[in-house]
């Protein structure tokens, strides 16, 4: 790859794209033959907000290629407690690793954070702002079950807050998906990733209503609506009502449909879409393993170059 | 030199910013980091009469001369202002401000969450667009009321 650190999928060109996710796939057919690729490899996990499954991920990934990852811990514990810079924090623990896998909570922390190392650094979610692995992640998950060519996708639930919906939409953008975007007008996509969808001519349409464009959907992408964007619990359950997905509710989709949230759910999903052929989910989680192998591959194996 | 303009008192050598868009001078003053503080010799109108803008501010700088790169950023909120070089009470230079592809240091970024605004040690940086700015670390885009963004 053409970039040292990988910030927000903006910066990310089809064949970019294309280079992680077909790596991504030879290494889901033999995870053995990169089992020791990278054995002196050290990942640096800077997690500034819990994480789950991108810190899991990211941690599983690294150890089957072979290195091993050091981990800065919970904030509590760390010396940022005492007020240690996001900027000091990078420059310590970059000596200590081969790349930088960083979250935190406020927007364009990545893009600082890259100013200030001389290694990798990967953003797993900044702010509002961008998760771009969890965007290659949902490119493989579309790719293998529905294919990235002409694509009718629509996206679902908190667009202003949700990151992983804003890389989403700007890596799409190369694949001349048509993106439907469908929300409560209280949480639609901000006015600058629309407008940079505009500049980029990727095909963008808002809805308030899912069922205005549910059947002629290839792929679902639900997201949660958080309560705490709500002034109060009734609004927040009647909103949250309005956009929860069951099997019902999905009989008039197209008996293809795809179904894809990038967990956790809370209630959007019901329980009875999983046993469907259109839940996607889990595997879609799953395939963050291969995905990020593939990326670190590809980023720790420039430098050896 | 029209005689409103005399209102403001002919400099010897340095800079006059002419044509700044009424009620923005002391702001032009803040961007080019200019507070008085070092002795600058410094005059202003405010809300002079101009045949280009009907109401117009006027800055003068005694002893120093601006540089192109110091004043385009003033084109954020003061597109049609004019920058004289003097030199002994001549004019020696004239010229326009030209939009800049970029500002650092000067715009604050009105999102309180982004990271230039968590006291980290890095300078903002702002795109300039046709028809605004844009933060170049959480890609917030500004398309009125820059001025109020200018840091102090």
Known sequence: MRHDHLITSKQLSRADIEL???????????????????ADALLGLLFFEPSTRTKLSFEAAMKRLGGDVVDMGAVESSSVTKGETLADTVRVIQGYADA??????????????????????INAGDGAGHHPTQTLLDLYTIRENAGLEELTIGIVGDLKYGRTVHSLAYALANFDAQQHFVSPESLQLPREVVYDLHQEGASVREHEALADVLPSLDVLYVTRIQRERFPDEAEYREVAGRYRIDAESLAAADDELTVMHPLPRVDEIAPDVDDTDHAAYFEQAHNGVPVRMALLDLLLGDLDE | MSEHELRVSKIRSGTVIDHVRAGQALNVLTIVGIDGSEGEEVSIGMNVPSDRLAR??????????????????????????????????????????????VVEGVLECPNPGCITNA???????FEVLEDGVRCAYCGTIVREGIADLIRE
């Open chain 1, 20 to 38: 992680v996710l077909d790596r991504a796939a030879e290494i889901d057919r033999d995870q053995e033959a990169v089992a020791g690729r990278h």
């Open chain 1, 100 to 121: 930088l896998v960083l979250r935190h909570p406020r927007e364009g922390a990545a893009t600082m954070a890259a100013e200030f190392a001389d290694v990798p650094v």
């Open chain 2, 56 to 101: 117009k501010d006027i800055v003068k700088v005694e002893g120093r001369e601006l540089s192109q790169e110091e004043v385009d950023v003033l084109s954020l909120i003061a597109p049609d202002a004019t920058i004289n070089i003097v030199r002994e009470y001549e004019v020696v230079e004239k010229h326009r401000v030209e939009r800049p592809e």
């Open chain 2, 119 to 125: 006291d980290e040690p890095a300078a903002t940086r």
